[in-house]
């Protein structure tokens, strides 16, 4: 049962092959969104999946009435985040991964959601705990500046956690080109500049399994699809 004062919220999380991780994970999410002053639904959308990810959610699902999958044949962060958002039918949608997740984060940006239409989780503003190595708090700092440059993108952060109206993700996902790891950058990026307003919040980061992403491996992508956004953006004029 939900509680008609409380905000809604859907939270996104994109999972491919997840099966091992999924059993451990899905107790700890839950936990956490336990916490939340809201009503609080999940998503899984599960993309491409060969390990049986699809049907252990399925499985969970018979005991977590707010739980429910999204099955993609393609294996694709971005178009699960996209399609996810989408189905979504309340006032807020947000994107966790399942081994990145925050009740205190989802409670701190609904807090500040009467002043913004986006709320960023940024590992780069002032009081953020980035508990990453070296090379991954680079990497997120060269890429904000190719977005500065690039884009004239003003946001620290567009990778992680993020609150979004859906009224914005009705009107800014369907000019979004870029699925993949990109997505989320350029709707943050095509929100910015049609004025939506934008909160970023002080992120606390501590990775909970070894990552399975080359950032060496995803730089020419990167850059490849940073480019596209920009022609794009100046196609849109």
Do not use: C
Not at 133 to 143: D, K, L, N, P, V
């Amino acid at each position: 049962m939900t509680d008609d004062a409380r905000t809604d919220v859907t939270v996104v999380i994109p999972v491919h092959n997840e099966a091992d991780y999924l059993p451990s994970a899905l107790p700890l999410l839950f936990e956490e969104m336990a916490a939340v002053d809201a009503n609080v639904w999940v998503v899984i959308a599960e993309n491409g999946s060969t390990d049986g990810t699809a049907e252990l959610v399925k499985d969970a699902m018979q005991d977590r009435p707010t739980l429910s999958l999204l099955e993609l044949a393609t294996p694709d962060y971005g178009a699960a985040m996209r399609d996810g958002f989408l189905e979504a039918d309340t006032e807020w949608v947000v994107n966790f991964d399942i081994d990145y997740f925050s009740g205190t984060f989802l409670n701190d940006a609904l807090a500040v959601g009467a002043d913004a239409d986006i709320v960023l989780a940024s590992k780069r503003v002032d009081g953020a705990d980035d508990q990453r190595g070296t090379t991954r708090r680079m990497a997120t700092w060269t890429f904000n500046q190719i977005l500065r440059y690039a884009l004239g993108s003003g946001v620290s952060d567009t990778h992680g956690m993020k609150l979004v109206r859906r009224s914005v993700v009705e009107d800014v996902a369907p000019q979004v080109i870029s699925t993949t790891d990109l997505f989320d950058t350029e709707l943050v990026v095509r929100a910015e500049r049609a004025g939506y307003r934008i909160k970023e919040l002080p992120a606390f980061v501590e990775e909970l399994r070894d990552t399975n992403s080359n950032v060496v491996k995803r730089v020419p992508r990167t850059l490849k699809g940073v480019w596209a956004i920009r022609q794009s953006l100046r196609s849109d004029g």
